[in-house]
Structures are given as structure tokens and as C-alpha cells.
Antibody
Framework: EVQLVESGGGLVQPGRSLRLSCTTS????????MSWFRQAPGKGLEWVSF??????????EYAASVKGRFSISRDDSNSIAYLQMNSLKTEDTAMYYC???????????????WGQGTLVTVSS | DIVMTQSPLSLPVTPGEPASISCRSS???????????LDWYVQKPGQSPQLLVY???HRASRVPDRFSGSGSVTDFTLNISRVEAEDLGIYYC?????????FGQGTKLEIK
């Protein structure tokens, strides 16, 4: 059974950092792209970042709203994806989801499995 | 960025009746490989999003065959042949042709 479990969320003050983890099982992690999405309270879905499979390669990509502050990485040996979030702002408050997907040379799509989400609240 | 526009934003449906959601993109989603990079997701109350359709018309695994996707280039449609009570939720289209991936605003399907 495919499983994705996010962790690392919580309450943090503006300007501080947080690292989210997405621990996976049930599939060959190294073959898939991993993405992070977020959903602010009562709002729609927003893509945050993706990292292609190590085999496919290519640069990581970020939404303009987080570029320069967030960093995505992956540990294929332990099947975990990370999202390092620095210089957090109140507008980063959201439920954060990880998902596995497929990539072309220009973007990623077909996110067939998602985690349950981890809540990040940025507030003083 | 590619802008995705869905309609309607609210869709009340009687169980057993069909339903249709439209999604338009501000740029073509047709790749030179012949595929349209358009996904459909549903987010049921209190749950994570679930993939329904990818590449515009390919139903994802374990998705009931009452769901179907169609369309090409900039105009896409998600059809539900006979709505069931369990189908309530918010439906999103998403383009995956060009980074950043972008979503439509969401269509809230409500059961009458």
C-alpha cells in the first residue's frame, strides 16, 4: 500500500524556520517526482515546489511566492522528501501536502498519491 | 503563468443526474507529444485531494467509470454520468504543462 506521511508542521513565529518531512512507503521512491502543495484556510490548492526523480534530474522548481525562502530536497535511501522553509511569513499559514507525481522536461503532473497534510501556522 | 478558469463555481446536483465542469486555460496545454497536460482532482470534505483524471482523458486507477475527462488545447470538461452522494466535494483542474503548476479556483459540487 502506498503511503505518504507529512510531519514537521506547527506554530512558528514570523521570520523563523521549519522543516517539513514526507515519509513514504509502498513504491519505488527514486522513480518518482515529489511535490509540495499548500492550502490556506478556506482557500484553494497552490503548488509550492517539486523535485524530479534522481534519474530524470533537472532543477528544482518553486512558486514565486516561496522562491529564495523554501528549499526542497529528497533522500532516496530513506524514501523521504523535505521542504525547508525559512523566513516564514504569516501568509505561509496553510495545510501542506506532499504528493508523488510524474514529470516532463517542463513541469510535473499526475499526482496520484497525496499525504494527509501537516498544518503550518505562522503567527506572533 | 498559465491561468486556469473553472465554471461553474457551485454545482448543485440531484443524485442520479449527470454533472459537468468546465475548465479553460489561458494558454494551450497541448504538448508536441500529442498529450494535453491537464489533470482533474477532487477534494472531499476533510480529506486530501485525489487524482481523478490525468492527461485530460486518462482515468486514474480505482476511479469509477462514471467519471470521464475530455477536451484539448484550452477547453476541457469533467463529466460525471450519474452523480452519487459520495461525489460531493470541490473539483479542481490543474495544468502540468509548464511550471508553475496552476489550479483552477475549484467547483463545489453539492448534493441536492
Amino acid at each position: 500500500e502506498v503511503q505518504l506521511v507529512e510531519s514537521g508542521g506547527g506554530l512558528v513565529q514570523p521570520g523563523r524556520s521549519l522543516r517539513l518531512s514526507c515519509t513514504t512507503s509502498g513504491f519505488n521512491f527514486g522513480e518518482y517526482a515529489m511535490s509540495w502543495f499548500r492550502q490556506a484556510p478556506g482557500k484553494g490548492l497552490e503548488w509550492v515546489s517539486f523535485i524530479r526523480s534522481t534519474t530524470f534530474g533537472g532543477p528544482m522548481e518553486y512558486a514565486a511566492s516561496v522562491k529564495g525562502r523554501f528549499s526542497i530536497s529528497r533522500d532516496d535511501s530513506n524514501s523521504i522528501a523535505y521542504l525547508q522553509m525559512n523566513s516564514l511569513k504569516t501568509e505561509d499559514t496553510a495545510m501542506y501536502y506532499c504528493a508523488r507525481g510524474y514529470c516532463s522536461s517542463t513541469s510535473c503532473y499526475r499526482y496520484q498519491d497525496w499525504g494527509q497534510g501537516t498544518l503550518v501556522t505562522v503567527s506572533s | 503563468d498559465i491561468v486556469m478558469t473553472q465554471s461553474p463555481l457551485s454545482l448543485p446536483v440531484t443524485p442520479g443526474e449527470p454533472a459537468s465542469i468546465s475548465c479553460r486555460s489561458s494558454q494551450s496545454l497541448l504538448h508536441s507529444n500529442g498529450h494535453n497536460y491537464l489533470d482533474w482532482y477532487v477534494q472531499k470534505p476533510g480529506q486530501s485531494p485525489q487524482l481523478l483524471v490525468y492527461l485530460a482523458s486518462h482515468r486514474a486507477s480505482r476511479v469509477p467509470d462514471r467519471f470521464s475527462g475530455s477536451g484539448s488545447v484550452t477547453d476541457f470538461t469533467l463529466n460525471i454520468s450519474r452523480v452519487e452522494a459520495e461525489d460531493l466535494g470541490i473539483y479542481y483542474c490543474m495544468q502540468g504543462l509548464q511550471s508553475p503548476d496552476t489550479f483552477g479556483q475549484g467547483t463545489k459540487l453539492e448534493i441536492k
